[in-house]
């Protein structure tokens, strides 16, 4: 058998101008940057590859030190790129380059939820005829709002996501992209070619990748930390066989995540005691996940997202509530506890690593009990945006999993401010203080994009709620309805004044808990799962 061990430079040259690439990461988490570097200094030197097209599931690196698609993200080296989710970070720091080419319109760029782009990678490698799904139905991924499109050069590049019938029915149809090239990441491999992942914090999507690139006639390139002889891996161990491996690119100092070399307890190789977990500082934001945990049921399983909701899991661990429910992310970890800051899309202690495609397929058909997630802009009808900033639309992350998880999930809860621009409010003794009020409502006539469809969700009986630190929302059929009040705010002056849409009220309008507004433990209390779900099958009759 030949030897597969190339150099990253080797692996760069063996990418073809006008190649489809696909790209299997998630932001810095398992991340094949050393091959997608080479790639973009063999472009720099050489000026190939040339008018790549980039599949990305997931986003390929961030803006804190692993750049992943940006390595490639230089005028004339990429045409198309088609991804779940784009790197991102905070506004201090300079926008990633991938966006900036975004704007200039200098690469055509699509946004499809990271779920259906697995779903693509296995229809390609099976020779099926594409994605026929009902996820993205009145979002931004419907041909009738945007079709996936970002940008201008995507508009005049052609349509990827077609309305069509089938029995009856109205369904979206993603025609087929098929890979030359995938480039994948474990922890070892050996002289084969066979790959195990055991440092990895995440399984990811390597092997729907892969088998898309073997079946359509193209290679796969797998970035690896260490190489060990043949049978030296357990067969158990082998995420990815020889038979889908035809290069290994050794990077002996590839980083676990952004800013972890290593971390056992986020590959599940150790557990950390509970007491290691640092307690989350008092603040506006917990005070907003304290009251969106009171939406959760004890024995749930709970995907949870991006932002103010990815503190939850501590308010559970600090209430004695950390076994209380299974967190299922999209990355892939089933329970633990999951991490927030460089570390997002990890968990530490986690029962299992579950492959990214089949947790989506999990979210997809409503397996799950519950999504904690964040909003951006919230609309009259419910519609959610968090896929496109407002004031600056070319200049975003993406959906990722959101349109996926959130297609068909039995309950939602939205966590964010009520507005923007210079808000400042604080919290205690019981009461919250608008100390000077933001200038934008987030609450809006008609949202920008549209990630989650409010009109969808009412049809289907989905229980919707809108958690903000002076309010509480749900989406009812009469529409936007405030259901409580925080001690210390005026319902017209402070949240009816301020919505930029008019919202409804309801005639049994509480207060949230004023033990919500005050540092210590509030004595969380969790109801029953069967309880809980008995109660929301009679909402949904009713």
């Known amino acids: 058998m030949r030897n597969k061990l190339v150099s990253a430079e080797q692996a760069a040259a063996l990418i073809p101008d006008g190649a489809v690439i696909a790209i299997a990461s998630s932001s810095g988490l398992s991340c094949p940057d050393r091959v997608l570097r080479a790639i973009g200094e063999r472009f720099a030197t050489e000026g190939r590859p040339r008018d790549l097209t980039v599949l990305s599931p997931i986003a390929a690196g961030d803006m804190y030190g692993i750049k992943g698609v940006d390595h490639l993200a230089r005028k004339g080296l990429i045409s198309t790129i088609i991804a779940g989710s784009y790197p991102s970070g905070p506004s201090s720091l300079p926008s990633p380059a991938i966006w900036e080419m975004i704007g200039r319109n200098e690469v055509a760029a699509y946004n499809v939820p990271s779920g259906i782009m697995y779903d693509m990678a296995r229809d390609a490698a099976a020779k099926r005829a594409g994605v026929l799904t009902k996820v993205g139905l009145e979002t931004f991924v419907d041909p009738r709002l945007d079709g996936c499109k970002m940008n201008e050069a995507a508009a005049t590049r052609g349509e990827i996501v077609h309305l069509v019938e089938f029995a009856g029915d109205a369904w979206l149809h993603f025609p087929n992209h098929y890979p030359q090239v995938a480039v994948i990441r474990g922890t070892t491999a050996d002289e084969y070619g066979n790959v195990s992942m055991e440092h990895e914090g995440a399984v990811l999507g390597g092997v729907d990748l892969a088998l898309a690139a073997r079946n359509s006639g193209g290679i796969v390139i797998c970035q690896v930390k260490r190489t060990t002889a043949v049978g030296s891996l357990p067969a158990q161990q082998v995420h990815i066989p020889s038979t889908l491996v035809d290069y290994v690119v050794v990077d002996p100092h590839q980083a676990q995540a952004t800013e972890t070399d290593y971390d056992p307890a986020i590959s599940g190789e150790l557990r950390r005691p509970a007491a290691s977990f640092a307690a989350e500082p008092w603040s506006v934001d917990k005070l907003i996940a304290r009251r969106a ?178 309010c509480v929302l749900k989406l009812r059929k009469a529409g936007l309805t405030v259901v409580e009040v925080a001690p210390g705010v005026d319902l017209q002056r402070d949240v009816l004044a301020r919505a930029g849409t008019p919202l409804e009220v309801a005639p049994d309008l509480k207060l949230m808990d004023e033990r919500l507004f005050r540092p210590e433990p509030f004595g969380l209390a969790l109801p029953a799962r069967s309880a809980a779900g008995a109660a929301l099958t009679e909402r949904q009759a009713a």
Request: glycine share 14%; with cysteine; aromatic share 10%.
């Open 293 to 470: 945990a009171m939406e959760l049921t004890d024995g749930s399983a709970v995907n949870l997202g991006f932002g103010i909701s990815a503190l939850v899991p501590q308010i559970l661990i600090e209430e004695g509530q950390s076994d209380a429910v299974t967190w299922v992310i999209e990355q892939g970890a089933v329970g633990g506890v999951p991490l927030t800051g460089f570390q997002f899309g990890c968990a530490a202690n986690a029962q299992a690593l579950f492959p990214s495609p089949q947790q989506f397929t999990y979210f997809q058909g409503g397996g799950f009990d519950c999504s904690l997630l964040s909003f951006l802009e919230v609309d009259a009808y419910g519609n959610v945006n968090v896929s496109r900033l407002p004031s600056r639309p070319y200049l975003t992350a993406g959906c990722g999993g959101f349109v996926d998880i959130t297609a068909n999930a039995r309950k939602l809860v939205f966590s964010g401010y009520f507005t923007a621009g210079g808000l400042k409010v604080s919290a205690g003794d019981g009461v919250l203080r608008i100390e000077q009020e933001g200038k934008i409502s987030k609450f809006v006539s008609e949202v920008g994009h549209v990630t989650f469809s409010g009109r969808s969700a009412v049809s289907r009986g989905q229980d919707v709620t809108y958690v903000t630190e002076r």
